[in-house]
């Protein structure tokens, strides 16, 4: 199959339908009178007024009427504290410090979701999402969750709205490490307080931390530099009776750890956005063979593979790179990003500073066939999400080997390319988070897919002492 330059378009949303374009065009032909169009409006006035009188009370249905609220389909129910605002929502006002690295409060807008990108349509379905924010999605779609209730004496599992991550980023620089850690030991100490808490000692409560494990499991208060911005948060013994759900955990003492897919770009609001999203990446046209989206690393040994990748795909004629390095705004643009990947059969996806990538659940959304270096990109992460059959969705590469990628994919035949294709088609609606407000949205989302994995947990493993 040869490489062609040529850019398959997107199209998220479908055209203007036939109908407009006929008004469109007439519009040039009708060109009223100004007596004329006052007589019109007065007509059409008098006639709303009198269908529809003034006294009419407001509409304040939340609800579309073709769009009934979810039900609660699965057999748990989840409580969610509601936590002193220093814990969650007061953070946000001081956002633009809630990252090193970065202006926060775009990304924080929305519940988390982000600034809207403008692609048409009756609603905003696609945001730009920052790869860090799932703590406030996963909090925005507990708080509307069909299978929440306000008594938690009937709950089996109790949800913590800790924005954790958020906290964290935001001291990383700290070298004050009772200071770094502060805000943590008072969210354990008040959680532990809580009557519910000593049912069965925190082993039906949960957090979800939109940062890495790493972020949270300082090893030592002797040395703030060996990790730096860390802090202790999992490795405090009452944390560890909890279950953590965080985008990566940690593969080797990770046991209460589980890790949630990172927050991608698309939120739809009903099942049928999310059933035409994968009807088109079924049906795109991928003139190219393989795609990485990355930059290179320095100083990691886990993102070694990186130059290697960057320097085969670069040599290949049946491969699209996408190169991010410093300043570099392509790679920011969602639809630029979504568009190699679309254009794709494979994605490879190298580890980056840590493990995971959030490019894997890009690659995913856009129908492209994960490529990994390293079982700890997506293997020993997400397994409440993945099928037991790796090959079934995914193709490994061990890194340490010399491999010639090109070779080894063109092997994969037609038939099994387009098995694994729709393999990760059909995983796409576990993968995303739908939009906070959905409704008549009845696949499970990432949201359900752990809240029911968590409830069944703590059905089987927790012995209540009340």
């Not at 969750?145 to 008594?151: G, I, N, Q």
């Not at 935001?170 to 354990?188: I, P």
């Not at 040599?315 to 790179?321: D, N």
């Not at 993968?431 to 703590?458: F, S, W």
Request: proline share 6%.
């Amino acid at each position: 199959m040869s490489y062609s330059k040529k850019h398959v378009k997107i199209d998220l949303w479908p055209d203007k339908d036939e109908k407009e374009k006929k008004y469109s065009k007439n519009r040039e032909t009708l060109k009223l009178t100004i007596p004329t169009l006052l007589l019109f409006c007065s007509i059409c006035l008098t006639f709303l007024i009198l269908l529809f009188p003034l006294t009419s009370p407001p509409q304040t249905t939340t609800f579309e009427a073709s769009s009934p609220p979810r039900t609660c389909d699965q057999n748990f129910t989840v409580y969610v504290y509601d936590l002193p605002k220093e814990f969650n929502t007061n953070l946000l006002q001081n956002c633009r410090h809630l990252n090193i690295y970065t202006d926060m409060c775009p990304h924080v807008a929305n519940n988390g979701l982000g600034q809207p990108l403008r692609l048409g349509g009756d609603r905003e379905t696609w945001f730009a999402t920052h790869q860090f924010i799932a703590e406030m999605i996963f909090h925005a779609r507990v708080e509307n969750h069909p299978c929440r209730t306000w008594e938690p004496d009937n709950a089996d599992i109790f949800y913590v709205p800790f924005y954790g991550g958020l906290y964290s980023s935001s001291v990383f620089r700290q070298h004050n490490l009772t200071k770094r850690d502060e805000l943590a030991v008072r969210l354990v100490d008040y959680i532990s307080g809580q009557r519910w808490w000593g049912r069965s000692n925190g082993r039906d409560h949960f957090l979800a931390i939109g940062r890495t494990a790493w972020d949270f499991m300082r090893s030592s208060d002797d040395d703030a530099s060996t990790d730096f911005g860390a802090n202790i948060l999992m490795q405090m013994p009452r944390v560890r009776n909890m279950s953590v759900l965080t985008v990566e955990r940690q593969p080797w003492k990770g046991q209460n750890q589980f890790g949630i897919p990172y927050p991608s770009y698309f939120h739809p609001y009903t099942s049928a956005e999310m059933l035409t999203w994968q009807n088109k990446m079924r049906n795109v046209e991928r003139p190219n063979l393989f795609s990485f989206v990355g930059g290179p690393r320095k100083g990691l040994e886990k993102a070694a593979i990186r130059d290697e990748l960057i320097r085969q795909c670069a040599g290949s004629s049946r491969c699209e790179l996408l190169k991010c390095e410093s300043g570099g705004s392509r790679c920011h643009d969602p639809m630029t990003v979504l568009g190699v990947m679309a254009r794709s059969r494979f994605c490879l996806q190298a580890p980056g500073d840590s493990f995971t990538r959030r490019s894997t659940f890009d690659a995913m959304l856009a129908g492209c066939i994960p490529v990994f270096f390293s079982p700890h990109t997506m293997y020993t992460q997400y397994m409440w999400y993945l099928p037991d059959d790796k090959s079934s969705y995914s193709v490994f590469m061990d890194e340490k080997n010399s491999t010639l990628i090109e070779q080894e994919l063109s092997r994969i035949t037609e038939s099994e390319v387009a098995q694994m294709r729709e393999a990760v088609i059909e995983m796409i609606p576990k993968m995303t988070y739908a939009h906070p407000n959905a409704t008549n949205y009845d696949l499970p989302d990432a949201v359900d897919v752990a809240l029911e994995a968590l409830a069944k947990q703590a059905k089987a493993n927790v012995v209540y002492s009340l």
